[in-house]
């Protein structure tokens, strides 16, 4: 049975107070491991938010350091962190902000290799990366495990948000079979990123995750679709 504290109650208790959340919903949280590739513009608000819920154990992956070109939107980090590895510096500020979720960070860049030995150690996976290649090699991992796939991509103003392999569900292959070629995909180093488009979506990610672990299972095989320019979105099912 897991235990809470008096200060765990005060500080979720305005989530607990919601229909269909109650004590019930925050044993669910505590209880859940997510892994968390990716701690850029999408990884950071999921963190951010997915940490303050209350969520029991997260993990994060990034191997890159952070840089002044972060800073407009990785709002988790600041001037005194470039350098720095970017997962390591999630989990030193992240704990500050609930001391009752327990972290960790890996900064050795996800492969073949050791890609599947990380992800079988979590529950859910929150896919935060910025290219083909790795949300391929997570996607096919996760199939293969059964592991409940958050994914999440930006390009432009736009971005698009899904759920994989919950309750049966499809993946990302069911989707688009096979990944684009590279040299046809622009990335934010070429058309640029405006912040708050990633905030966007790592917020629809923690929503949708938090949503499934209370029992939503919604967004099974739905691909949201999010223009930021007109405010408005789009639910395409496969």
């Known amino acids: 049975m897991v235990d809470f504290k008096k200060e765990e109650f005060q500080r979720y208790l305005r989530q607990m107070i919601l229909d269909g959340f109650h004590r019930e919903g925050q044993v669910k949280l505590k209880e859940t491991s997510i892994l968390v590739i990716g701690a850029g513009g999408i990884g950071c608000p999921a963190l951010q938010y997915l940490t303050a819920a209350g969520i029991g154990k997260i993990g994060i992956v ?3 350091k952070v840089e002044l070109t972060n800073l407009h939107r ?3 980090y600041d001037e005194q962190d470039i350098g720095e590895w970017k997962s390591e510096v999630a989990v030193r500020k992240l704990q500050l902000q609930n001391p009752h979720v327990q972290l ?3 900064t050795e860049k996800m492969g073949a290799s050791n890609a599947a030995t990380t992800i079988e150690k979590y529950d859910i ?7 083909f290649h790795t949300r391929y090699l997570i996607n ?5 495990l059964r592991k409940p796939l958050a994914y999440g991509t930006i390009l432009d103003y736009k971005g698009q948000v899904a759920f994989f392999n ?3 569900g499809k993946n990302l292959r069911s989707l688009f079979p096979e990944p684009p070629n590279p040299k046809d995909v622009p990335d934010c180093n070429d058309n640029g990123v405006l912040g708050t488009v990633p905030g966007l979506i790592g917020i629809y990610l923690s929503q949708m995750v938090i949503r499934y672990i209370l029992g939503d299972c919604f967004w099974k095989n739905k691909l949201l679709l999010i223009d930021s320019l007109t405010m408005q979105n789009d639910i395409l099912e496969y």
């Open 74 to 76: 990785q709002i988790l």
């Open 125 to 131: 996976v929150l896919d935060g990366t910025d290219n």
């Open 166 to 168: 919950i309750d049966g």
């Open 62 to 64: 990034d191997f890159d």
């Open 104 to 106: 960790e960070y890996f």
């Open 140 to 144: 096919d991992i996760c199939a293969h």
